[in-house]
């Protein structure tokens, strides 16, 4: 049984910091690419940044400077730091795991920025 359990949501002023944290299970985690996506009322879920089974990363222009994504792959675990929050970071966020073709996702973790 595959399980992704996102954790770290909450509600924040602009300008601070979050840490959502995507542990995983069922997979063998090293193995697969992982990537945090966010997806705001109304609007498409959108890539804000992966990283790959080698450690390389790519991120959405929005969240450049901001946020970084890493991995702890003896824990099985996922991170995505968010520095900087803007009202616009404002969204549910979402991990996944892919890996040859197989994706697959956890519930989803809120974020909201707001004073």
């Known amino acids: 049984q595959v399980q992704l359990v996102e954790s770290g949501g909450g509600l924040v002023q602009p300008g601070g910091s979050l840490r959502l944290s995507c542990a995983a299970s069922?997979?063998?985690?090293?193995?697969?690419?992982m990537a945090w996506y966010r997806q705001a009322p109304g609007k498409q879920r959108e890539l804000v940044a992966t990283i790959f089974s080698g450690g390389s990363t790519n991120y959405a222009d929005s969240v450049k400077g901001r946020f970084t994504i890493s991995r702890d792959n003896a824990k099985s675990t996922a991170f995505l730091q968010m520095n900087s929050l803007k009202p616009e970071d404002t969204a549910v966020y979402y991990c996944?795991?892919?890996?040859?073709?197989?994706?697959?996702w956890g519930q989803g973790t809120q974020v909201t920025v707001s004073s």
């Open positions: 069922g997979i063998f985690f090293s193995l697969n690419n």
């Open positions: 996944k795991a892919a890996r040859a073709g197989q994706s697959y």
